[in-house]
């Protein structure tokens, strides 16, 4: 296998060929209508709070980093007697690190490397930043090597930097976003700046760009599930622009295969943003005559920000002593907006066919591909900072942080 030399961007290559432009334009139509639906959600908090989580675990998936919802939601909950999975726990990191990466873009209006690290040190947990030491291959599960990212620290600073300029400065490249959003994901991948953690920044950045460039307001639109279904073609592409001598013909597929998913998903989540608009709709016509002249629309945020809640929560979002906010809990049980569970002595309230929305989202469509081995990062233990429950990943068959 030759050696891939990273090129600089913009790539000198032709990159709106009629079939890219033709699908550009069907993936920014689905984006344009997902943007303006969600306009219609008075706090977008609640989205934000409901689709980040499922999408932690969507990309940690990516990596085998299973978890499940009842421990991913109680994670949330911050349940003094649970202890919550590691997996759990790697989940919720991957949350906050993208609530942040959010919170940088919407302040700063920038998506530079020093966010970009903060968001890969919220993920893993230390600031190790880029890479430094050499010993970093790509391996599939057999063992065999099938990529070498750089290994210089000062080629992979000045790497990151030209990243940097292409992602903020939209003078250095006029194509249209969505098509760079594809050529920067494959940039970063290749680049692999990190120890670990590597594939979930890289989507995260995805999210965030669109965010970035205006074509959504918030960052709701995660490729994690597609890549999840189209796993063995995801890599398979990545690769491709690595070894093949047409590069231009890679690199284009490359791109059609990116702004199908954005496609795909983006129509997946307007499916799911409009179920949960009618789910808030028919609570709603519930809780206003339940609750009279104590209704407040706090009540309905309160039942879809937090999919698992408790006493505390209810008492801090309405104002209310501990007793009302139990009263108001237990009417929500009774009128069959919320299921209560007991764990120890504590009682929580699960908002059930919110949760069960998010578990079982539209269906994919079905495809015929026979799965493939996830590639697999391993570090030489010099680079060291890697935690050590990643580590024993390593030693296995199963991937971790692929591309």
Known sequence: MKDYRI????????????????????????LAELKGLVKN????????????????????AVENIVTTHDDL??????????????????????????HIGYQRVLNNNLLTNNIIQEIQQALIGHAAGFRKVPGTVLQDARGNIVYT?????????ELMANLERFINTAELCDLDPLIKLAVIHHQFESIHPFYDGNGRTGRIIS???????????LPILYL?????????????????????????????????????????????????????????????QILKPLFGKSYRYDLLNHLFYHPYTKIEYMEETMQVRRKTAAKYLQMM???????????????????????????NPPDPPESSEAPEEELSIHSNKAAGKSNSRRDKHKKGKSGTDGT
């Open 224 to 284: 994690s599930r597609y890549i999840i279904r189209n796993k063995s073609e995801y890599y398979q592409r990545l690769q491709m622009i690595r070894e093949k001598e047409d590069k231009a013909a890679a690199w284009q597929e490359w791109v059609i295969f990116i702004l199908l998913g954005i496609e795909e998903i983006a129509g997946e989540t307007l499916a799911l943003v409009q179920q949960i608009l009618a789910l808030m709709q028919k609570c709603k």
């Open 149 to 157: 990212p750089p290994q210089d620290g000062q080629v992979i600073e």
């Open 41 to 60: 959600i008075p706090n977008g908090a609640i989205l934000i709070n409901s689709l980040t989580l499922q999408e932690a675990k969507d990309s940690s």
């Open 333 to 359: 049980v009774e009128a069959d907006l919320l299921v209560k569970i007991k764990i120890k002595r504590s009682n929580y309230f699960i908002n059930r066919k919110l949760v069960d929305l998010l578990i």
């Open 73 to 98: 939601y109680k994670s949330e909950l911050k349940i003094a007697d649970f202890v919550a999975s590691d997996a759990a726990k790697e989940v919720m990191n991957y949350r906050q690190a993208l």
């Open 7 to 30: 090129p600089l961007l913009p790539l000198s290559v032709d990159l709106e060929s009629r079939s890219i432009l033709r699908q550009l334009n069907r993936a920014n139509k689905k």
């Open 207 to 217: 999210s965030l760009y669109l965010v970035l460039t205006d074509l959504l307001d």
